[in-house]
């Protein structure tokens, strides 16, 4: 879903030039020989319950998955998924053998409320509670510190129906924020003394963008601009009440850090050049982008910036600066990390407001590709670090990851992503933690099971886990708390991938 297929001329003449980050010129500093991480650094891995379990029938995406066309090859969690719930004793084994102090997962709306009439009496089901409270009790026995993600792309049923995208769904429906937030403060009552980290809403622009840009999400609408970022609005204002409400039911201190509540979401932040830096045209529209991707929701849920137009300045007939109902909403930034993206404003189908095309997949760089088709970019994770410590926050990395059924490329991945990271730090970035996507393989929405994201395999049939050896590369870097640049040198040099899973 994240990716626009822009069909774009492709220059050679700007490949070079789009790469250019990568080849650090004469004045550029030594890299350092090591990075290092401080004790209590969060070391983990991530997953999404759509995207893991099986059983959600009663959400917008499992009619989603019915529907004809839309996910490849048909796929769909409940056949071939890994059954995260019935394995959590496999699962936990996996993050130990990897050395992880950490797991980001989400607790499913739709799996505790399959039904209206549910949520409005407040009986949850009751093999869901028992489901999740088996999650957290064996997490907290292994150590794990858990991360709960509140809203993964998934909406239940009665509040979101894809056959009728023409009327208002999800984020768009009047009642959805207060359903929401009424939501969130129940799980964090139940479930308050054995979490502090809350991240509401996964990626909230790539919601709108999946279901009214791209139409590969629930709803499916194409291009149906006020719709995106209606939603992208309803998704700013839901969190910042969530926060309140997450915040008024969570005051226990469940890692004995002094902290309750700490509460963001995951903001899936990009790298952003111009398709052609000779051409003030790509590079405004790059500049445009990469505020509105990067920045107009943070602006809001931090310093309460409220750009209705998106244009940047404060000016227009909604516009509002300093709004207190919405300004510093976020304990932490969340950052999902993952490749670079051209921009021009001419080739390609071009998006109003932000008067640009998006580039995504299969760049014209000599940067190595993954199945996904995206770069490995690592230097990019610098530089959005970079952009996000400019809120002064604390940050965790809650995704970063590849698609490499292999594995081939994944330990470099991880150990130059990771050194970035460390370096960021040692910048000023206050970074607590990183979250690599994905825990194990699993149902890339769209491109359903192709794209294989995880530091394990699984059996489909049996559902037996295997580790992939990167793990070991991670076990490495975590229990050393170390990133080290001759352990970098060592590993083999990417293979840039030759399949791709769209
Ligand atoms: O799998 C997704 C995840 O659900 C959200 N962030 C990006 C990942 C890879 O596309």
Redesign the pocket.
């Known amino acids: 879903?994240?990716?626009f297929r822009v069909v774009a001329p492709l220059l050679a003449t700007l490949v070079a030039a789009a790469s250019c980050k990568s080849d650090p010129g004469p004045s550029t500093p030594a890299k350092p020989a090591r990075v290092t991480f401080a004790k209590g650094f969060l070391w983990g891995t991530?997953t999404?319950g759509f995207?893991v379990e099986s059983g959600l029938a009663a959400t917008d995406w499992a009619a989603w998955v019915k529907t004809k066309d839309k996910i490849k090859n048909g796929d769909s969690p409940d056949a071939a998924g890994p059954d995260a719930l019935a394995h959590v004793d496999e699962d936990i084994a996996l993050m130990k053998a990897m050395g992880n102090t950490a797991y980001r997962f989400s607790i499913e709306w739709g799996r505790l409320y399959p039904t209206r009439d549910a949520f409005a009496t407040d009986t949850p089901d009751p093999a869901a509670i028992q489901a999740y409270d088996g999650v957290l009790a064996k997490l907290k026995a292994a150590g794990m510190v858990p991360m709960v993600t509140l809203h993964?792309?998934v909406t239940p049923s009665w509040l979101s129906d894809p056959s009728k995208g023409s009327e208002p769904q999800a984020w768009e429906r009047p009642e959805m924020t207060d359903l929401f937030v009424e939501y969130a403060r129940r799980i964090a009552k139940r479930w308050g003394d054995k979490v502090d980290w809350w991240c509401t809403i996964?990626?909230p622009l790539?919601v709108a963008l999946g279901g009214y840009v791209q139409g590969s999400f629930p709803p499916g609408q194409l291009l149906a601009l006020d719709r995106t970022f209606a939603v992208v609005k309803a998704e700013a204002r839901a969190h910042a009440k969530a926060f309140e409400a997450i915040h008024a039911a969570d005051k226990a201190d469940a890692d004995g850090d002094g902290k309750a509540a700490m509460v963001s979401m995951?903001f899936?932040q990009r790298e952003f050049h111009p398709l052609d830096p000779e051409d003030e045209a790509d590079v405004a529209a790059t500049r445009r982008t990469r505020y509105v991707w990067n920045q107009w929701i943070l602006n809001v849920v931090v310093r309460g910036d409220w750009d209705d137009d998106y244009d940047g300045n404060y000016t227009g007939p909604a516009d509002r600066k300093g709004d207190p109902a919405l300004a510093a909403h976020v304990d932490w930034v969340g950052v999902?990390y993952?490749s670079d993206t051209l921009i021009s404003a001419s080739r390609g189908v071009v998006i109003p407001v932000i008067r640009a095309a998006v580039i995504q997949d299969n760049l014209p760089t000599t940067r190595p590709k993954t199945e996904?088709g995206w770069d490995i970019y690592p230097e990019g994770m610098g530089t959005v670090l970079d952009e996000v410590a400019t809120y002064k926050l604390p940050i965790l990395i809650t995704?970063n990851?590849l698609?490499d059924a292999k594995d081939t490329n994944r330990a470099r991945f991880l150990a130059e992503h990771l050194y970035e990271v460390g370096r960021a730090i040692t910048r000023g970035a206050d970074i607590r933690g990183y979250f690599h996507?994905?825990l194990l393989d699993?149902f890339?929405?769209a491109?359903g099971f192709c794209?294989k994201?995880g530091f394990a395999s699984y059996d489909p049939a049996t559902k037996k886990r295997t580790l992939r050896p990167s793990g070991n590369t991670y076990r490495q870097i975590a229990t050393s708390g170390a990133v080290e640049l001759r352990n970098i040198e060592a590993l083999p040099p990417y293979t840039s991938a030759t399949s791709r899973c769209h």
């Open positions: 879903m994240h990716r991530a999404a995207q993964h792309f996964n990626e790539n995951a899936h999902n993952y996904f995704e990851g698609a996507w994905a699993n890339e929405w491109s794209p994201f």
